[in-house]
Structures are given as C-alpha cells and as structure tokens.
C-alpha cells in the first residue's frame, strides 16, 4: 500500500477543564485538576480532498518539565507554548508529505525551537504528537480506514529517517505483522495518596474493577516504600485471582545505592514476596538527567524501563546500553515513536534477549485520548496498560452529557452508563478494542467543539534567570 500524501490546511486547539474525584499523587506531583487539549485539524489528502480529524490529552503538569522552580501553572503553559509552536511548523510546510515525513520534518526543528523558549525536548514532543494523532485520524477518515488495518499497511509512510539503528525493512515488516489485540488488560493504579486497606483499597473490586495487573507508585524513600509495599502485598494476596505488579519511582530515587537497597530487599524481604514475586518490571527509578550517565548496574537483574527519560528517538538505544530493558509507550510522547520504539524491542529479541514495550496511562481520560491510547498499544502487543483515567476522573467529567453519550453510542463495548454518567467499561479486568475499528483513528465521535473554550493563551515567556 503506498501511503498517500497530504498537506495541512488547519489547525485549531481547544480545552476544557477536568476535576479529579481523588488527589491523584505520583512523585512529588499531587493533581487535583488540571485542563484537556483538544486539537483539530484539516487536512487535504492528495486525490481524495480534504477531511476533518482529532485528538485530546491532558495538559499534566509537573510531569513533562519537572523542574523545581516553575509552577505547576508554567509546566501546564509550556505545553501548550508546545503545540502553537508545532502549529506553526505544521503549517508552514507546503509540500505534500506522508503522515509520517510531516512529522520527520518538523520534529527537529520542533526541539530547537522550544529550546529557544526554555521547554525541555520531552515537553517539546507534545505539541506534535497531538498534532499528529489528529492528522492520522482526518487521513483514515478519508480514506474510509480503520487505524489497525491501515498501519499494518503502513498507511502513514512510516521508515527508519529518524533511527539509524534500523532499516526502512525493519519497520514496515513489524508493521506488517501487527495484529490487533481484541483485549487489553487494564493496570490499576495506586497513587501515593490512595487508600491500601479495606473499602475503597487495592483489593476492593469495586474500586479495581477486577484488575489482575497493577502499577504502585514509590516515593524514593526505601524503607517508606518497602513499608508501604509490604502492606499493599498483603492486600492483593487476598484477591481470588493470580495478579501482576509494575512499580513506578516517578524519578524519585536520586540516588542508585537507594535503588540497590530497594531492590536487595525485594530480593530477600519474605514480608515483599506477595510483591517481588509477582513484579513484571520497575518504571524510570531516577531522574531523567541523571537517568542516561547511571549505569544500572547489578540490579538490572530486575527489568527496568525508561519513562520519563524518553525524550528523544535516540532515548531507547541509549537506555539499553545502560540496562534498561524496556520503554514506555504514550501516546503523549508520540505514536510513531512508540510503534518505532516496538519495532526496536521485537528486533532486539529476536537475538535471544527479551526487550519490550508498555503501555503507562497519564491520565488518559474518556473519548478521544483513551480510545486512541489504547488503540495504539492494541497494535504494537501492548496485553496490558495502565488505566487511571477512568478512577481518578469521574466519567466524561465537565464535557456535556450529549458527548458522552455519542461515544457510548459509537462504542457501546467501551462505555457503559452508570446512572447519569458515562463511564469506561471494563469486562473482567480487560478492555474490549473491537468498536476501535471504525473508519479514523479509533474513534467514530468527535466532541462537541461548541462546548470547548480556545486553548488558553500561555502568560508571558518565563525569564531565563528563572530556570537556571
């Protein structure tokens, strides 16, 4: 299939506000609310005219820029200084691109020019990679394409440009072999905050939805994380089915000998086998900067992947050599990125080792950000993905019951209604993918853009004397 051209005619940003049910705290970050983006573009698709597409995220702060001295306010900013300078490149280029060449020739001059106004290359990586969710999603909804059967066929023109340790082969052979996942088991998330114990706890059904995978955030401090480990494993070890566990340091633990110390006791702590036994992998343990000159050395005996550290097509690479074993895939980080990061871990184990992707959620909330999110892992084998978005949110949250309700009337095996609110639906601990094969990117609603307010525009540009 050769992949069709375009050029983008319009891009337009929207957001609304969105309010947790429950503090939601990872690392030093405690999220009470914070905005949705909304991006929608139009596209002219060459011999087919032009078509109309979308994608949504949240605006999380603290999360893409975590540096100390800025509010949570400028991080939140930064973004969406993030998507007008991605607007404006987008743009800017005139000639008729592939999905995927579009992106390979702006995603440079993308880092450069948040560098210029102070934006690290992870938070410099948001503005296109919404922008071009909402590309592919006007491109297949032109094309009459479900997301599945179009990337097998790689319908965005995906290639090695931007990875010079694979080959164009590499990518449309991995492509080729994708197949979707009918079910996606979700990871249930335990904030530092959350309740461990009892009515409301890590094993209470009603509030895991009969997860059998879960992902418990740690705060840097081991002998408070193995504490608090050690109870939540004598929780789970009373669920009436068998369960997986990911940790995830947020970047917390600064320094490596309190990373050994924790996982020498996971090692030996028979108080932590509920946990250790069960433990699939730990997630971004120390400090994106100090992150890529940390070898990690004997406990890589564990697997390892990079989160947070994953700011560049060169992140895994590195990381490998470092012994990571694995990455993060977030649509927030960028799907060709992801698919071209899956194609690394597939070709990398085919030599004898295992490396692998996972999917990590950030909040994916309800519509467009979940379903293209979950989409995305489905493809590249992702079996199990962190979903938080759909416990610490309550529903669609502030979108107008009349948007709810057409995406549970697009997707009726994704949402089910919970007396006046729509809700996620989860089917014995998995999410089903089938309703994600309508024609775009896996969604057959838009929201409501007349209930949307514009993209708030960012305050003045932080001093530099501020960050430094």
């Known amino acids: 299939m050769m992949a069709p051209r375009l050029a983008v005619r319009e891009i337009a940003f929207f957001e609304r506000p969105v309010r947790f049910v429950r ?5 030093a970050v405690v999220i009470n609310a914070t905005p949705q ?3 929608r573009v139009e596209i002219e698709v060459e011999g087919k005219g032009t078509s109309v597409g979308a994608s949504a995220e949240l605006l999380v702060p603290k999360w893409f820029d975590k540096r100390p001295q800025l509010s949570p306010e ?12 991605a607007r404006e490149l987008y743009l800017s280029h005139r000639n008729l691109e592939t999905a995927f060449g579009l992106h390979a020739s702006c995603i440079a001059a993308q880092v450069a020019a948040c560098a210029e106004q102070d934006i690290p290359p992870l938070a410099a990586g948001y503005g296109p990679a919404e922008i ?25 023109g995906l290639d090695a440009r931007l990875t010079s340790d694979l080959c164009d082969e590499d990518v449309t052979e991995f492509l080729a072999r994708c197949r979707r996942l009918e079910r ?3 990871r249930h998330t335990v904030g530092l905050d959350d309740r461990i114990e009892g009515q409301g706890g890590v094993a209470d059904a009603k509030e895991n939805a009969g997860a059998r995978y879960f992902k418990l955030k740690l705060n840097g401090d081991p002998e408070h994380d193995i504490a608090r480990l050690t109870r939540i494993g ?10 997986r566990v990911t940790l995830d340091a947020n970047e917390q ?28 992998y730990i997630e971004q343990p120390m400090p994106r900067e100090m992150t890529g000159r940390s070898p990690l050395g004997a406990v890589s005996e564990r697997d390892f992947i990079i989160d947070e550290a994953d700011d560049s097509y060169q992140a895994f690479p590195a990381a490998r050599t470092l012994g990571y074993r694995g990455i993060s895939s977030k649509s927030c980080k960028g799907i060709y990125k992801s698919i071209l990061n899956a194609t690394r871990a597939a070709k990398w184990s085919a030599g004898g080792e295992k490396f692998f992707i996972t999917g990590e959620d950030l909040t994916c909330q309800a519509g467009l950000c979940v379903q293209q999110d979950l989409a995305l892992g489905a493809l590249i084998g992702v079996t199990h993905a962190e979903r938080n978005g759909h416990h610490y949110v309550d529903g669609f949250g502030e979108a107008p019951a009349a948007e709810g309700q057409a995406f549970l009337a697009a997707h009726p095996d994704l949402y089910a209604r919970d007396g006046d609110s729509v809700r996620l639906a989860i089917h014995d601990g998995d ?15 838009h929201p409501l853009w007349s209930a949307l307010s514009p993209l708030q525009k960012p305050t003045a540009e932080i001093p530099r004397e501020q960050v430094t």
Do not use: C, W
């Open 431 to 445: 999410l089903l993918t089938g309703s994600l094969t309508a024609p775009g990117f896996a969604s057959a609603a």
């Open 253 to 280: 633990y600064s320094e490596l000998a309190a990373l050994r110390a924790l996982v020498e006791r996971l090692d030996r702590d028979s108080g932590l086998a509920p946990i250790a036994g069960k433990l699939l």
């Open 74 to 85: 400028q991080t939140v900013d930064g973004l969406r200084r993030s998507l007008l300078i």
């Open 132 to 156: 071009d969710k909402a590309i592919l999603d006007a491109l297949l909804r032109a094309l009459q394409m479900n997301f599945f059967d179009a990337m097998a066929g790689n319908i965005a």
């Open 23 to 27: 503090p939601f705290r990872f690392g």
């Open 234 to 243: 004598r929780q789970l070890s009373t669920l009436p089915h068998d369960y």
């Open 184 to 186: 996606v088991a979700i």
């Open 37 to 39: 983006a909304f991006v």
